[in-house]
C-alpha cells in the first residue's frame, strides 16, 4: 500500500515567491496516524479482508501544491515475493 496525504496548504506558503509545488508537511496530524486511517478504510470498503494482509506500506504527507485540493491517494499493490 502506497498512501499519499495532500493537506491543505497554509496561507504562509502561498507567497509568490513560494514553490508552487508541493511541499513535505512536517505537521499534526502524524503520518502513522494517517496511514491506520487510510488501511482502515480499504477494510471497512470492503477492498481487502483485514489489514494484517498489508505486509508493505509507503506513507508520506505534503502540503498541496498551489490551487491543488487535499486529500489522500492511495495505490494497491498486489504482493509478487521478494524484499
Known sequence: VEIVA???RPGRL???RDAAGRLLAP???DIDNVAKAAVDSIVLAGV????NRVVRLVASKWYAAKGEEPRVEM????FEGGA
Open 27 to 29: 505537521v499534526k496530524p
Open 48 to 51: 481487502i479482508v483485514d489489514d
Open 75 to 78: 495505490r494497491l499493490r498486489p
Open 14 to 16: 502561498n507567497r509568490k
Open 6 to 8: 495532500v493537506l491543505r
